[in-house]
């Protein structure tokens, strides 16, 4: 992770993927605001880096969004519809 800082605000952003970026995120009672990545398009830069599948969800799991910096770790999301998950939890 790398820190970026912009004005008063600063950020952690997972290096080689800026390509995923999709947004800022924020959590309920906390004032940081962090960097929110699309989890697939991760898998998808390291795929595109030589990794087969497995490989890459396996590093991606344990290297990318396990990597725990603080309160300021960036935050990967996996898109699903609202009816996917309804159903996921049915």
């Known amino acids: 992770m ?3 800082k912009e004005a008063d605000k600063f950020f952690y952003k997972a290096d080689g993927f ?3 970026v ?3 995120a ?3 009672g906390d004032l940081e605001q962090v960097i929110a990545y699309d989890a697939e398009k991760c ?3 390291l795929m595109a880096k030589g990794m087969d599948e ?3 969800i396996e590093f991606f799991n344990f290297n990318v969004a396990g990597a725990y910096v603080g309160p300021r770790t960036p935050v990967f999301i996996f898109k699903h519809s609202l ?3 309804e ?3 049915e």
């Open 22 to 24: 999709i947004g800022i």
């Open 43 to 45: 898998i998808d830069i």
């Open 54 to 56: 497995g490989d890459a």
């Open 2 to 4: 790398t820190l970026v």
């Open 83 to 85: 009816e996917d998950i």
């Open 26 to 28: 924020e959590r309920c």
């Open 87 to 89: 159903s996921y939890y």
């Open 18 to 20: 800026d390509e995923a």
